[in-house]
């Protein structure tokens, strides 16, 4: 009954010779594939620029006389016949082979559930760490041909914009998805009309217009309640990612989780794997079963097939990261649902409470927990602090045995390696490489490349962060909204030259992003060293509501400010995913600093050094695993300290002056530092294979997917 081709066409002005473009601009594939990024990049460089690298735009605004001209050039041409033909065979339906053919001949479907997709930045629906391993995720899937089905939020006012206002204190501002000029387009059912569906058992009524993404062959359904049908205090509902408000974020998590199995039911898609990417979607797992309830069965073993197919992945051992609701908020949006699941107040109740704080509310982590048959964190650390949080859900097990595994996260590579870094790896390692990118083999052809081909093309990439940045800047002043100061903090100043280390993440307390300020005199020294300079370039957003994050902001940008030092700290406004590239691909350092245990896992990390970027990190989530004494520098926390922080910030000093800054300047007699291209290449070949969503996909396959299809 779905249909989402758009009629009339999208760009009716396309010469029939080229209308694969609409196919093309309509579905991300074109995200993750350089060559597809290229043709529409040949058809006007400005206008591709202009349009923030988002196709659909383009398309919208170009004129017919440049696709006129495009069609008389035959290397054009020839380049659109090879891309539309990989496009196409790429989106030919074609078996997984990683999962039992058996099992996919009974339809069987996986559903990922997500409050948040980092897909592009022509879709904001995203606010952090969290929706690009969702994006990730879904784009692994695709390329593996997992038969998955995502469900997630059209935020109509995306996720908030960053702008520091003169005094440093950051801005949240609105700018709503133009849903016209982005790879979106209406679910349209039978009778020609948006789908729309209704959530169950909400009172007043609340309904969903359907919204669909393609993601390669991943179709990801997003959900809007802003439509005339809903009542003026609902249309809200999903607007906007994260609200502050604890009552409109339960409802938000009930119309994801309810409302997405509903959605998924009238899209016939009825017998699935659940996976669920952290608690905000965990409703879900309570519309599962009240079907199978008014199908007959009693809730015991209505739950017991439910719990046999589903997976939850928990992300976060920091407690706020955990939604908790008043139970007598519970009671007022469900008192008259759980009687449909043959449960009574308080039965409904134990569910959601944490043994350890039965009094705090509903614990959407601990509800999700009881009612999955497989849990993962997101790291070998994390499952070992998971597995400690949640031992009262199992008291009679050691806490070593709290059945929470681990699948540690990654990257999908195609996506963050940066086309220049990937033509070099064509050129020396083969281009059938990103076939089998996951094969920690075909990394150490990485040592055949020339020591001097490798810093030109970092450089190249450093240079072209840097001049994005002053760009940034120059837009900023030039909309006449900022004092000289923001802009001189914003980078300004910036030398390529310099060995710059990068900290771009969420600006929560736990992330300490003022800890390289300890000692402000030994700092100094470092950044002003005439010979061997270092620079800092900071970005990330604190949430709305999170004072604290805004305050330690400020606080960043005031220490920018201060002439003492030199013009070499940078705090870049409105971080995102264009950003995060420029970032991960043309820093010298990625610099990370968590109080542990408390960072999960980090897959900023993971992006840097794919690109050779080396990791300078607390021993902490994924660099657990990663650091291997030559891939870059591991920091051992002891909390035991007096002064903990004062401890860490003086091994960073240390490793700064005696290891990072001499080993960067200290060039050969041919002009080139080979120690640090050595350290680039062994940080490449120890991380691309090990932590790319490629391997962790198929970790989920073996250890989870195949289990509870099998199960079913």
Not at 139 to 159: I, N, Q, T, W
Not at 441 to 463: A, N, Y
Not at 586 to 610: H, Q, R, Y
Request: glycine share 8%.
């Amino acid at each position: 009954m779905e249909k989402t081709s758009a009629v009339p066409p999208l760009f009716p002005h396309l010469p029939k010779r080229l209308e694969g473009l609409e196919d093309l601009a309509e579905n991300l594939w074109w995200s993750w594939n350089p060559g597809a990024r290229m043709l529409f990049k040949t058809l006007d460089r400005k206008a591709w620029k202009e349009s923030g690298h988002n196709p659909d735009k383009m398309l919208r605004e170009f004129p017919s006389e440049g696709l006129e001209k495009a069609c008389a050039n035959p290397d054009y041409l020839r380049m659109y016949d090879e891309v539309m033909a990989e496009f196409y065979d790429y989106m030919q339906a074609k078996e997984c082979h990683l999962l039992d053919s058996a099992l996919l001949d009974k339809k069987y479907a996986v559903a990922y559930f997500s409050a948040e997709y980092g897909l592009h930045r022509s879709l904001p629906l995203y606010a952090g760490g969290l929706g690009f391993l969702a994006g990730d995720f879904i784009k692994e899937c695709s390329d593996l041909c997992v038969p998955l089905v995502a469900v997630g939020f059209m935020y109509p006012e995306g996720y908030f914009r960053q702008q520091i206002r003169d005094d440093g204190w950051q801005e949240n501002l609105v700018e709503p998805i133009n849903r016209e000029a982005a790879p979106i387009s209406k679910v349209i059912n039978k009778d020609g009309q948006q789908l729309v569906v209704k959530v169950p058992l909400t009172d007043p009524p609340i309904h969903v217009a359907v919204w669909k993404v393609a993601v390669g062959r991943v179709p990801l359904y997003l959900m809007d309640t802003d439509i005339e049908i809903n009542d003026p205090w609902n249309r809200g509902i999903t607007a906007r990612l994260y609200t502050g408000d604890l009552e409109q974020r339960l409802r938000q998590e009930i119309v994801l989780g309810i409302g997405g199995a509903e959605v998924l039911k009238a899209l016939g898609i009825d017998h699935y794997l659940l996976h669920l990417n952290e608690g905000h979607a965990a409703f879900a797992l309570l519309e599962r079963i009240r079907t199978k309830v008014a199908s007959g069965k009693d809730f015991k073993t209505a739950a017991k097939e439910n719990i046999t197919t589903t997976i939850f992945t928990t992300h976060t051992p920091v407690p706020a990261g955990h939604d908790i609701f008043p139970f007598q908020m519970i009671e007022k949006y469900f008192h008259s649902y759980w009687p449909d699941m043959g449960l009574d107040r308080d039965t409904f109740f134990q569910l959601g409470v944490h043994p350890e704080k039965p009094e705090a509310g509903f614990n959407m982590t601990a509800f999700a927990l009881r009612l999955s048959g497989s849990r993962n964190a997101v790291s070998k650390r994390h499952a070992e602090v998971s597995q400690k949080m949640w031992h009262s859900l199992w008291p009679d097990v050691a806490e070593n045995k709290v059945p929470i595994e681990y699948v540690t996260n990654g990257v999908h590579t195609p996506t963050w390696i940066e086309p220049k870094m990937k033509l070099l790896l064509d050129k020396h390692i083969g281009t059938d490489w990103l076939d089998r990118h996951d094969d920690p083999t075909i990394w150490q052809g990485i040592d055949k490349i020339p020591d001097i081909e490798l810093l030109q093309t970092h450089h190249w990439l450093k240079v072209k962060l840097i001049d994005a940045i002053r760009e940034r800047t120059r837009q900023r002043w030039g909309n006449g909204d900022a004092s000289a100061s923001i802009m001189l903090t914003g980078g300004a100043f910036l030398d390529p030259w310099a060995l710059t280390i990068g900290f771009a993440r969420r600006f929560a307390t736990y992330k300490r992003a003022l800890l390289i300020f300890q000692d402000l005199d030994r700092l100094k020294k470092l950044l002003k060293d005439r010979w061997r300079p270092i620079q800092i370039i900071f970005a990330g957003k604190a949430h709305p509501a999170d004072d604290p994050g805004k305050r330690l902001l400020q606080n960043l940008i005031n220490l920018a400010r201060d002439p003492q030092l030199g013009g070499r700290i940078a705090f870049v406004e409105d971080y995102g995913e264009q950003l995060a590239q420029y970032l991960v691909h043309g820093v010298d350092i990625w610099l990370n600093n968590p109080l542990p245990p408390f960072e999960a896992c980090g897959t900023s990390g993971m992006k840097a050094a794919l690109n050779g970027v080396p990791h300078l990190s607390i021993l902490d989530g994924w660099w657990g695993e990663g650091f291997n004494g030559k891939n870059g520098w591991g920091i051992e926390h002891d909390d035991n300290l007096s002064n903990p922080d004062g401890s860490d910030a003086d091994k960073i000093y240390n490793i700064l002056e005696q290891d990072i800054i001499p080993r960067y300047y200290n060039l050969s007699e041919n002009g080139i530092p080979n120690e640090w291209i050595r350290l680039m290449k062994e940080t490449i070949k120890s991380s691309a294979a090990g932590f790319s969503a490629r391997r962790m996909v198929k970790q989920y396959i073996e250890k989870f997917y195949s289990k509870s299809m099998k199960g079913a």
